[in-house]
């Protein structure tokens, strides 16, 4: 699986090391959200690679909404549920992580799970700058670059076939938008899945937003600048 050397599975616990998740973040899904470099001081786990996790250990479903409620860090170890319609992957004090729900048909092909991990992630890990900054740009604000939060609030992903093994995801722009209220925001990204160029999907990011500031484009391009050089620093 795609995924294997991103955890580490004892029985039925999994956890991740800080070099894990940060691994995964930025070879995977091009992601260099600064809370998942290995020595940040709030790290967690990317929500990707929980999402992709689920996938490798419960299959593809045609209906499957995704709700995190807490930030996992490399000192959690989950307990994979046994499978069912709604799973809840939790610590070994019960503590609740993410909240699965899963209906329809279910596939365990490799080659699906794979490829749909790999271009789910790939579209997620770049919500910032290319889909983020231009929505709050409009709205007249900016990520705060010195404290810079935006974490999962849930995903869906809705497919009408199974009997796939290629699969693209394309931005609905007509149905992202993002909403703010002072320094809070909300933003969901709407997706459409394709195979072979006709759609056979749909899907949905939702993310939060703290400590919004207003806009200012010298700060911007600072802070984008400061993504892209971590970038080129990693592949070298």
Request: net charge negative.
């Amino acid at each position: 699986m795609l995924i294997d050397q991103y955890y580490r599975q004892e029985q039925q616990q999994i956890s991740f090391t800080r070099q894990q998740a940060s691994d995964f973040a930025k070879n995977i899904a091009d992601d260099f959200n600064p809370l998942h470099d290995a020595d940040a001081k709030r790290f967690c786990v990317p929500g990707d690679l929980l999402f992709s996790l689920v996938l490798a250990k419960y299959g593809v479903s045609q209906h499957m909404q995704f709700t995190f409620s807490g930030m996992v860090n490399d000192g959690v170890e989950l307990q994979l549920p046994t499978a069912s319609s709604q799973l809840s992957l939790k610590d070994s004090v019960g503590k609740e992580y993410m909240n699965i729900e899963q209906t329809g048909d279910n596939s365990s092909n490799p080659q699906l799970i794979d490829t749909l991990t790999q271009r789910y992630v790939a579209f997620s890990g770049h919500t910032f700058p290319h889909i983020l900054q231009p929505l709050l740009q409009e709205q007249n604000v900016m990520i705060n670059p010195d404290r810079p939060m935006v974490i999962y609030e849930s995903m869906l992903i809705e497919l009408e076939r199974l009997d796939v093994s290629d699969i693209e995801l394309a931005l609905n722009m007509q149905q992202t938008r993002l909403e703010t209220n002072g320094k809070r925001g909300k933003i969901c990204l709407a997706f459409t899945l394709l195979s072979d160029g006709i759609e056979i999907g749909r899907g949905e990011k939702r993310m939060l937003l703290s400590g919004l500031k207003p806009y200012d484009q010298q700060a911007v391009d600072n802070l984008i600048n400061n993504y892209n050089a971590g970038k080129s620093r990693h592949k070298g």
